[in-house]
Every structure is written in C-alpha cells, then in structure tokens.
C-alpha cells in the first residue's frame, strides 16, 4: 500500500494561512518594488511584515550537493521568517501533529517559522541563497535537535 503525501504547497501572492496546516507558521508577503530593468527590490519591516524584533539576521549559499540537508531541528523559543532570495528549495514544516511541505521559489514571500516548529530544507537549487530573520541571537540551548525529543517536550507542553 502506498501512503499519499499531500503535494507541496506553492507559494503565490493569493496565499494565506488558511493553507498553511501547521500550528506555528504563516505566510509572509513582502514589500515588493518592480525596480525593471535595474532589478527588483523587496523590502522585510519590523511591524509591517516580521512579527518581531530582529536581532539576528543570517544567510545560507552553496547549496550545491544534491543530497545536502538543512535544518532537522526546531527552536523552543526563537520566532524565524526564511525566505528563498535566490534559487528554490524544498522546506518541510511539522508541528508533531501536522505535516507540509512548500516549494520555497520566490523571494516576494516568507514563511513563519515559530516555536516549537520541525523543519528541514532539501531540494536546493544550485543558485539557491536562503535569508533567515531571527528573534533573538544565536543560543545553543534554545535548540531541539532530536525529533524524539521534539515529540516528548510536545507531549509534557500538553500535559502542563
Ligand atoms: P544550524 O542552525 O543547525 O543550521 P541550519 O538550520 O541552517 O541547518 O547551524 C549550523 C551551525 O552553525 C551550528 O554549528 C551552529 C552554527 N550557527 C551559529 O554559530 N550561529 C548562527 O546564528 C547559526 C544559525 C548557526
């Protein structure tokens, strides 16, 4: 018997988080300026389109193994918004419950990565560069990088 996966979500400007199935994320739809023909330029503003302060921003380039694999942990606190600025890869959301997939391919929007949150990135575009805005420096501690562990401390957060 063969299990059906739902097909990856598909980011476009119609989107809302209606078709976001996980608990703890959202769809984040940038300031967008058609700047043609010298480019485009996309804007992120605390308030505006990021929940939170940023104290952290990172990137990730070089993505060129195929087999490479980003991600496979989830934070206890931090609150991110990733967006693909270049390229397209595969991002897998799972809140323990619920599992999603978005084909990440467009830099005009984002995703909410909140607490509490699985994710993995696969599936990168050679060309692909990935920004991700944090909440809060970097911190080891914050860090649940067994998906054990991520279900367990899911499992006593329910029980609390
Ligand atoms: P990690 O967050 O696991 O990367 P990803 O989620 O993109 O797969 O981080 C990889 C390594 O880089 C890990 O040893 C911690 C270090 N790191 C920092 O020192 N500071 C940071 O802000 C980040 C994001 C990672």
Redesign the pocket.
């Known amino acids: 018997m063969t299990t059906e996966r739902p097909l990856p979500l598909r980011l476009t400007q119609e989107l809302t988080d209606k078709e976001l199935f996980v608990q703890n994320s959202g769809i984040v739809n940038f300031q967008f300026v058609p700047d043609r023909p010298d480019g485009n330029l996309t804007i992120a503003e605390t308030g505006k389109h990021i929940p939170f302060p940023i104290e ?1 921003a ?1 990137w ?1 380039n070089s993505l060129k193994a195929r087999e490479a ?5 989830a934070h206890k606190e931090l609150e991110q918004v990733i967006v693909c600025v270049n390229g397209s890869f595969r991002l897998h959301l799972d809140d323990g419950t619920t599992q999603q997939d978005i084909v990440m391919d467009t830099p005009k929007i984002g995703i909410r990565l909140g607490a509490m949150l699985w ?1 993995e ?1 696969t599936n990168f575009s050679p060309d692909c560069v ?1 920004l ?1 805005l ?1 909440s809060a ?2 911190n ?1 501690a914050d ?1 649940i ?1 067994s998906y054990d562990e991520f279900i367990n401390t899911l499992t006593e957060e329910i029980k609390a």
């Open positions: 952290r990172y990730i694999v980003r991600g496979k942990h994710h990135m990935i991700v944090a420096p970097y080891e860090y990088r």
